[in-house]
C-alpha cells in the first residue's frame, strides 16, 4: 500500500497527473478562464475565477501536501505533447480515506474536450485509488442533469449506487438540486488503461 503522501506523479499514454505545486497557479488560472462557461454552470467554486483566488488555492494546496496534512488531495493534470495544465482534479473534500473512499473531481480545458481525456485521468485515478491506495471504493458525485459527467462516470465503468436528494445548489437556478453517486470498487470494471505511478 502506497502513502499517498508519497506520490509524485501517475502517468498515462497522454497525461501527467501530479500533486498541486506551487507555480501552478498561472496553468491552473489559464485552464479555467478558457472553460470558464462550462465550469460555472457547474462547479460552484468558480464563481471567484480571480488569479488571487487561483492563487491562493494553490499556495494551500501545496502546503497542504508538504505538511501532510489534507483535507482533500488536490492535483493537476498536463497534457505530455506540450506539458500543459488542462485541470485541476484529485481526490475532493468529500472522499473518506479513514472508509477507505475516494472521490474524484474533473473538469477540462475547453481546448482540450473531445478527445476522451477526462475519462483517462479519471480511470488512472480510481486504479490508483483501488490499486495503490487499497481503497474500498472510488467514487464520483455529480448533479442528475449534468449529462456530460454521468457520461464520464458510466465510460469509466462506474455503477449508480442512489441518489442523493438536494444535496447541492443548481449555479444557474440557485435552487436545491439533485445529484447521482457512481461508485467504483473492482479494478476489472475500469477500461483497460496503462497507469504507472510513482
Not at 454552470?41 to 488569479?51: A, E, V
Amino acid at each position: 500500500m502506497l502513502d499517498i503522501f508519497h506520490l509524485s506523479k501517475i502517468e498515462t499514454p497522454r497525461l501527467i497527473i501530479r500533486p498541486v505545486k506551487l507555480g501552478d497557479e498561472r496553468g491552473i488560472s489559464e485552464a479555467i478562464h478558457a472553460t470558464l462557461e462550462d465550469l460555472q454552470r457547474w462547479m460552484p467554486w468558480s464563481k471567484d475565477p480571480s488569479f488571487a483566488t487561483t492563487d491562493a488555492f494553490v499556495k494551500k494546496a501545496h502546503k497542504a501536501w508538504v505538511k501532510q496534512d489534507c483535507e482533500d488531495f488536490p492535483m493537476v493534470v498536463e497534457f505530455k505533447k506540450n506539458e500543459r495544465i488542462i485541470c485541476a482534479t484529485g481526490f475532493n473534500e468529500q472522499s473518506q480515506t479513514n472508509k477507505g473512499i475516494y472521490e474524484i473531481g474533473y473538469w477540462l480545458h475547453k481546448e482540450y474536450q473531445g478527445q476522451g481525456l477526462v475519462c483517462e485521468y479519471v480511470n488512472a485515478l480510481a486504479r490508483f485509488a483501488l490499486e495503490a491506495l487499497q481503497a474500498r471504493q472510488a467514487q464520483i458525485c455529480t448533479q442528475v442533469e449534468n449529462i456530460k459527467s454521468i457520461a464520464v462516470a458510466r465510460h469509466c465503468g462506474f455503477q449508480l449506487k442512489k441518489v442523493i436528494p438536494k444535496n447541492r445548489i443548481d449555479c444557474l437556478s440557485g435552487k436545491p438540486a439533485d445529484s447521482y453517486l457512481f461508485v467504483c470498487s473492482e479494478l476489472i470494471k475500469l477500461p483497460q488503461l496503462k497507469v504507472i505511478w510513482k
